[in-house]
């Protein structure tokens, strides 16, 4: 059974602090790992990873994927209270549908608090 | 970019009524799109793959005769909870899957739609 876990479930931590959100995975057919941040309603795109090694970076936040470990690593630095949010880990993966289309696995997300 | 449309965003229902909530790609077409339910302080959980022209693939557990999925088109797939019960009451987000290159290779990803928050009574 394909499965994404995240670690740790909630994280609160003081503006400025550096953050490392963690996930692991173990799919079959992985093709990538999504990175998500989510609010109030509908996730939003932070990062695609495919290839090991090699970090991805936007602003304050950097993430990387290592295949042979199965995880990855979501980085943020000087963390902001706006940072304040459920990330969200997810894999995508072979599914079931025609053609065996992919189909993304979630994790059960990290929820983050930056206090001021 | 690619925008993936939710309706509605948020609907009240009585118990024993069916629900239906639409998920449009609007400016690209998707073969695939996915459904999930998200419950409170949970992830989100993946409920089917929606195929067009064929039938939704479901997930383990998940009844396909309370949840129905209609793939009529390459931009709209439709989810419709029946007999709907409070325990239906969730939050339920679609996504499709839109092609990009990066590095010379060919990726999906994954695009959401704002997402309906049912609430049964």
């Known amino acids: 059974e394909d499965k994404v876990v995240q670690s740790p479930l909630s994280l609160v931590v003081h503006e400025g602090d550096t953050v490392t959100l963690n996930c692991s995975y173990e799919v079959t057919n992985f093709r990538s790992l999504l990175w998500y941040k989510q609010e109030k309603k509908a996730p939003t795109f932070l990062f695609m990873l495919?290839?090991?090694?090699i970090e991805k970076k936007s602003g304050r936040l950097s993430s990387i994927l290592d295949k042979k470990e199965l995880f990855s690593i979501l980085n943020i630095t000087a963390t902001q209270t706006g940072d304040s949010a459920i990330y969200l880990c997810?894999?995508?993966?072979?599914?079931?549908?025609?053609?065996?289309?992919?189909?993304?696995?979630f994790g059960q997300g990290t929820r983050l608090t930056i206090n001021p | 970019g690619a925008v993936v449309s939710q309706h509605p965003s948020r609907v009240i229902c009585k118990s024993g009524t069916s629900v239906k909530i639409e998920c449009r790609s609007l400016d690209f077409q998707a073969t695939t799109m996915f459904w999930y339910r998200q419950f409170p302080k949970k992830s989100l959980m993946l409920m089917a793959t929606s195929n067009e022209g064929s039938k939704a693939t479901y997930e383990q557990g998940v009844e396909k005769d309370k949840f129905l999925i209609n793939h009529a088109s390459l931009t709209l797939s439709t989810l419709t909870v029946t007999s709907a019960h409070p325990e239906d009451s969730s939050f339920y987000i679609c996504?499709?899957?839109?092609?990009?290159?990066?590095?010379?290779?060919?990726?999906?990803?994954?695009?959401f739609g704002q997402g309906t928050r049912l609430t049964v009574v």
């Open positions: 996504s499709a899957s839109y092609p990009s290159w990066d590095r010379g290779r060919l990726n999906t990803e994954a695009f």
């Open positions: 495919t290839s090991s090694g």
């Open positions: 997810a894999v995508e993966a072979r599914g079931l549908g025609s053609q065996g289309a992919q189909k993304l696995v």
